[in-house]
């Protein structure tokens, strides 16, 4: 369930009992991997909807970490083909985001990837793609203190993450509430809903949100589990 703990709030009591072990294996994975590399630097990519299972070309290694930094997510943002898709957003509870290294030599180069992958024009990376770099302790986007600090304790150089705003299409920047969103979701075409439907199912199960929870109950769309969990 969604941690009570307000927008962007990082608390420590929040951490699951797992933490201590996940965090210890992320160090060293974080390690070994770069040993393998030998890559210069050390940049992560955090996410928390399609990216997990649909890269299209993002340059990550090895597989997605489960233990990414507590974030205020929730399926609140009108996108391509009408499906509501998942953002950070002002919302009272976090969830624990997911993240990956990428194969990347620059911070810059990081944007320019998540920007690509996710249809952002060139114009709007310094809006859309959040970031925050350690050399030159400068970052831009939601969340930073609470990613910041958890980038800090796994030694990490820089963190990539998509920063889009929430909102239908007509209300961008404003937050919908879910029955706003359900029935947006009830007015769609056929195919429209499966593919939103396909969304929201394959979202990883640890994304468990307000609206996620509503959605189960009022449209029976139980998470996607997939095979190798």
Request: aromatic residues 8%; glycine residues 6%.
């Amino acid at each position: 369930m969604p941690r009570a703990s307000g927008s962007c709030a990082y608390d420590k009591r929040a951490q699951p009992g797992s933490q201590p072990d996940l965090r210890e294996k992320s160090r060293r994975s974080v390690t070994s991997t770069l040993c393998l590399k030998e890559t210069k630097v050390n940049i992560a990519c955090l996410g928390w909807g399609s990216l997990i299972w649909d890269l299209r070309g993002l340059p990550v290694r090895g597989t997605w970490f489960k233990d990414g930094p507590m974030l205020p997510i929730e399926f609140a943002r009108e996108s391509g083909g009408k499906r509501i898709t998942l953002v950070i957003a002002d919302v009272g509870y976090t969830v624990r985001s997911l993240w990956a290294l990428m194969s990347v030599d620059t911070l810059d180069e990081a944007k320019r990837k998540l920007a690509d992958r996710e249809s952002i024009t060139e114009e709007n990376i310094r809006y859309s793609i959040g970031f925050w770099e350690r050399a030159s302790d400068s970052s831009h986007g939601k969340c930073v203190p609470q990613i910041s600090a958890w980038a800090k304790s796994l030694d990490l150089d820089a963190v990539v993450w998509t920063n889009l705003k929430c909102g239908f299409l007509k209300t961008r920047d404003k937050m919908p509430e879910y029955g706003q969103v359900l029935e947006q979701i009830e007015q769609l075409s056929h195919e429209e809903r499966r593919v939103a439907e396909e969304y929201i199912r394959r979202a990883p199960v640890q994304i468990d949100t307000e609206f996620r929870r509503r959605l189960q109950r009022d449209m029976g769309w139980m998470p996607i589990i997939p095979e190798e969990a």
